[in-house]
C-alpha cells in the first residue's frame, strides 16, 4: 500500500457521496470543507477532513502541504467527439465571411468533410492525434471523458473510430466511455435514400459493435433533415437490442420531440437543448433523463444557450460537458465551460461545478469512480492555486488556474 497525505488544503471542494444525481434546486448544494485534509491510498481516497480533527492512522510515504489552495474533484466530460483526424478552421473563416451551412456543406464542408478525413486516415494517426488532445484535456482538469464515434459514416470508418476509443480506454488511466454516433449525418451515398443508411447502422454496424463489444452507449442526432423522429426511435430501439444506453443530440436547432423520445425510450441522457419549449422542459423536469448542456457549441456557433433556469426551476438534473468536436465546439476546456455555464446560461459557480462533475458523472454511468470527493473514489483532483473564493474560477475566465492535476493518485 502507498499513501499521499495532502495537508493544508484551502477548501475541500465537491465532497459527496450521493447515489443519485443533483436535481432542480439541489444542483447549488456543493460541499466543502475549509482547512481540509486528504489521505490517498494508491490510486483512490482513502479519507479526509478538517484539519482540526485529524485523524490518519496510517504512516503516509509522503505528507504534502497544499498551502491553503483549492482543491476540486477533476472534470467529468460527458459528451465530446474528440477523436477526429483534422481541423475545421477553414469553415470558420468561412463563416465569419457570412457563408452558410448548406454552402460550407455544398463545398465539401461540415460533418462529411471530417468523414472524408477520417476514410482516409491511417488508424494508428488516428489514435496518435487522439492520445495529444486526450493528453491537453487531462492537463487542464479533465479526468473522465465520454467520446463519440460518427465521423465514419460506414461500417469500417465506425469501426476505425470505435477501435481507437478502445485504445484510448485501455491506454489511459482515466475512466472513458465509448458511443456509437453512426446515426450522426447522411453520407453522400445515402442522401437520396435515408433508410437505407438506417437500415446499414441496423443490420451492418450494431451487431458488429455489440460482437466487438466496442461500445457503451448509442446516440443520434435527433434533428429535421437529418435522423427524424421515428427514424431515431427506430434506431435506438434497435441499439437498446445490442445493448447500448440511448443518448440523443436533442433540440439543438429544432424543438420537435426529441427531448421527448429519449424520456420515453429511458435515455441517460439529451443533450444540447438549445431549442427548447415549456413543454419539452416540463417533460424533461419530470425525468430521469439528464439534460446536458454544451455551452461551447452554443458560443461557437453563434446560437442562443438553453434555458438553464427554467430546466432547473422545472426539477431537471444537469450536466454540462464540452462538445469538443472540430465543426461546432474546437474546444475541450471544461474551465472555460464551467465559465460559459455561469456568465452565458447564469448558473451558479456551485451549480456549473456540480453540473460538471458529479451530474456529469451520472451521465456517462462512472458515478461510483468519480464526480465527487468521497471514500473509495478515484483519486483524480485538480489542485488551483490559492483564491480569494471557489466563484473566482468561473470569475477569471480564459486564466488557467490550475496548478497540478492528480489522477489515479499520481500528479502528472
Ligand atoms: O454535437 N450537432 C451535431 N454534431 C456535432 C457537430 C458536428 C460537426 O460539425 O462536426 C455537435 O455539435
Ligand atoms: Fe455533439
New binding site residues.
Given amino acids: 500500500m502507498s499513501y499521499k497525505l495532502l495537508i493544508n488544503i484551502g477548501q475541500l471542494v465537491g465532497v459527496s457521496s450521493t447515489q443519485n444525481p443533483l436535481r432542480g434546486n439541489d444542483l447549488k448544494n456543493l460541499s466543502i470543507i475549509e482547512n481540509a485534509w486528504l489521505l490517498v491510498e494508491n490510486d483512490r481516497i482513502h479519507s479526509f477532513g478538517s484539519m482540526q480533527q485529524m485523524t490518519v492512522v496510517v504512516k503516509p510515504e509522503q505528507v504534502i502541504d497544499i498551502n491553503q489552495q483549492t482543491i476540486l474533484p477533476t472534470w467529468v466530460d460527458s459528451h465530446t ?1 474528440l477523436v477526429f483526424a483534422e481541423s475545421r478552421e477553414a469553415e470558420f473563416v468561412q463563416k465569419i465571411q457570412g457563408a452558410t451551412y448548406a454552402e460550407i456543406a455544398a463545398s465539401g464542408g ?2 462529411l468533410n ?1 468523414a472524408s478525413k477520417i476514410a482516409q486516415i491511417d488508424e494508428e494517426e488516428l489514435y496518435e492525434r487522439s492520445q495529444i488532445r486526450l493528453n491537453e484535456l487531462i492537463k487542464l482538469g479533465t479526468g473522465a471523458i465520454e467520446i463519440k464515434s460518427g465521423y465514419g459514416l460506414s461500417t469500417e470508418a465506425e469501426l476505425k473510430m470505435l477501435r481507437v476509443i478502445k485504445r484510448l480506454k485501455e491506454v489511459n488511466d482515466i475512466p472513458i466511455k465509448a458511443t456509437f454516433l453512426g446515426a ?1 449525418a447522411y453520407p453522400l451515398k445515402f442522401k437520396e435514400n435515408h433508410s437505407a443508411y438506417i437500415d446499414l447502422i441496423i443490420h451492418e454496424m450494431l451487431p458488429e459493435i455489440e460482437r466487438l463489444k466496442l461500445a457503451d452507449y448509442m446516440d443520434v ?1 435527433c434533428e429535421k433533415g437529418f435522423f427524424e423522429i421515428e427514424e431515431s426511435r427506430r434506431l435506438l430501439n434497435a441499439g437498446l437490442k445490442h445493448g447500448l444506453v440511448p443518448k440523443i ?1 436533442a433540440n ?1 436547432l429544432n424543438c420537435f420531440g426529441a427531448v421527448e423520445l429519449g424520456v420515453e425510450l429511458g435515455a441517460v441522457s439529451v443533450d ?1 437543448l438549445e431549442s427548447m419549449d415549456d413543454a419539452s422542459i416540463k417533460t424533461l423536469g419530470g425525468s430521469t433523463t439528464i439534460g446536458t448542456l ?1 455551452p461551447g ?1 452554443a458560443y461557437f456557433l453563434r446560437m442562443s444557450y438553453p434555458p438553464a433556469r427554467d430546466l432547473i426551476n422545472a426539477g431537471a438534473v444537469l450536466a454540462l460537458a464540452s ?1 469538443f ?5 474546437p474546444s475541450g476546456n471544461m474551465n472555460q465551460m464551467v465559465s460559459m455555464a455561469c456568465i452565458q446560461m447564469k448558473l451558479l459557480p456551485s451549480e456549473a461545478i456540480n453540473a460538471a462533475t458529479i451530474n456529469g458523472a451520472f451521465a456517462m454511468g462512472v458515478h461510483q469512480e468519480v464526480g465527487s470527493i468521497a471514500v473509495g473514489k478515484k483519486a483524480n483532483l485538480i489542485l488551483y492555486a490559492k483564491m480569494p473564493s471557489l466563484s473566482y474560477i468561473p470569475y477569471s475566465f480564459g486564466s488557467n488556474l490550475i496548478e497540478a492535476v492528480m489522477i489515479s493518485g499520481s500528479f502528472i
Fill in positions: 467527439h461540415g460533418i471530417s450522426h442526432f443530440h439543438q444540447h454544451l457549441a462538445d468536436n472540430p465543426g461546432s465546439c
